[in-house]
């Protein structure tokens, strides 16, 4: 089965989301305007972009060992100046829906609550059980 | 006070306190995150991961917030 809630959830978040995204692009326009497909698209490619951007400052930030202060800085210049100047002119873009680029960017959220609420539901981080088949093999 | 003037005045002011309560929420989150990596350095990827998704909605509600402040300036004109 999977792991516990590591380092590797926000990755797996990242690609359920960008496998989203790809759906989203592919089937969604044969139903809904082009333009409005492609704003959800766009603030979900941005949304990932953001917390991928945010999960690697964290990771070289914050840690036991000490920040990396050099990758740090480099990584900041690329999501606070860079990153946001994006999302600003997919602001401006006059074809794009502020709604439909808001839905794109929640939808990282949703994706996240839904696979923490999946992992709750299927009780999958419920390490705190006693394993009752290792106690039996030790009494054994 | 008319009610462009109350959104011209007040769209600034809200998006200034919602800055304002995310930095120190990712402020407290990032200094308990450190004290919690500093008492468990084993649990540090547990950490990172809650400091991540944490982070990620904290800005999340700024961002909204900076989205709201658009429309309501584009209701200005």
Redo the contacts between chains.
């Keep these: 089965m999977t792991s ?4 590797s ?2 990755d797996r978040t990242l690609k359920t989301t960008g496998i989203l995204a790809l759906i989203v692009l592919a089937f969604g326009w044969l139903h809904y305007p082009f333009f409005d497909i492609l704003a959800v698209f766009s603030g979900m490619i941005w949304g990932i972009i ?2 991928y951007f ?2 690697l400052l ?2 070289v930030a ?3 060992e000490g920040p990396d202060k050099a990758a740090a800085l480099g990584l900041m210049f690329i999501k606070f100046p860079m990153l946001y100047l994006a ?1 600003y002119f997919l ?1 401006k873009v006059t074809q794009f829906e ?1 709604a439909y ?2 839905i794109g ?2 939808s990282l ?1 949703a994706v ?1 609550i839904l696979k923490v609420l999946g992992r709750v539901i299927l009780g999958l981080d419920g390490n705190n059980k006693p394993n009752h088949n290792h106690h039996q093999q030790e009494a054994v | 006070m008319d009610f462009q003037a109350m959104i011209s005045l007040g769209a600034p002011l809200g998006l200034g306190m919602a800055a304002v309560g995310s930095a120190y929420g990712i402020g407290r989150a ?1 200094g308990s ?2 004290e919690a ?2 008492r468990q ?1 084993e649990a ?3 950490i ?2 809650a ?3 944490g ?3 904290i ?2 509600l700024t ?2 917030v900076f ?1 709201a402040f ?2 309501a300036m584009g209701k200005v004109g």
């Design positions: 516990s809630m590591d380092i959830f926000i953001n917390l945010l999960a964290v990771r914050i840690r036991p999302g602001l502020l680029l808001v960017f929640s959220f996240m | 990032v995150a450190m990596m500093g350095p540090a990827a547990k990172q991961t400091m991540i998704i982070a990620g909605f800005e999340a961002i909204y989205i658009f429309v």
